[in-house]
């Protein structure tokens, strides 16, 4: 809301939160209004963000419309500023979608480490019990011939 608040104001060249009843400041604010109304916003929420009162902002939607269809420099800025403010939108959701993809590939690699140091430890554990084994049966420790031997039998598993 604060984002199309400032797109408002740029276009309009206003500040849509004064208390002013110019018809340009008025004008912004029915802008502002259609345009959150249109994406879903409450009537009440709306007014909470400009301080005005429910039945305010149902006559700024309502009025607008009629506004639209003869005055062309106000439809060419209400076109103007849902523009910015849906680019922006989806510039974001964009950013947000590339978020979740980004932690997703964190989480998959962290599990694909956490899978790699558990083989590791199991490969490890294993040459260390073929190691005992070994010394046991023959009362020595396996040459480095026997021991990599062993290690590449552990990889072709």
């Known amino acids: 809301m604060q984002e199309l608040k400032e797109i408002i104001n740029e276009v309009f060249l206003v500040d849509i939160e004064t208390k002013s009843s ?26 909470e963000t400009i301080n005005k009162d429910h039945a305010t902002i149902i006559h700024y939607v309502k009025n607008i419309e009629y506004l639209l269809s003869y005055d062309q420099i ?17 510039s974001i959701s964009e950013q947000i979608k590339k978020d979740v993809d980004i932690y997703v590939t964190v989480v998959r690699l962290t599990n694909e480490l956490q899978e790699a140091v558990e083989i590791k430890e199991k490969l490890l554990d294993e040459f260390f019990n073929y190691i005992q084994d070994y010394e046991e049966r023959t009362g020595r420790l396996p040459n480095s011939y026997e021991c990599k031997h062993h290690i590449l039998q552990l990889f072709n598993k």
């Open 22 to 47: 110019k018809r340009v400041v008025v004008d912004a604010r029915k802008v502002y209004s259609k345009i959150l109304r249109d994406s879903g916003y409450s009537y009440e929420l709306i007014g």
């Open 74 to 90: 106000l439809r060419d800025k209400y076109v103007a500023c849902k523009n910015v403010f849906i680019k922006k939108k989806n």
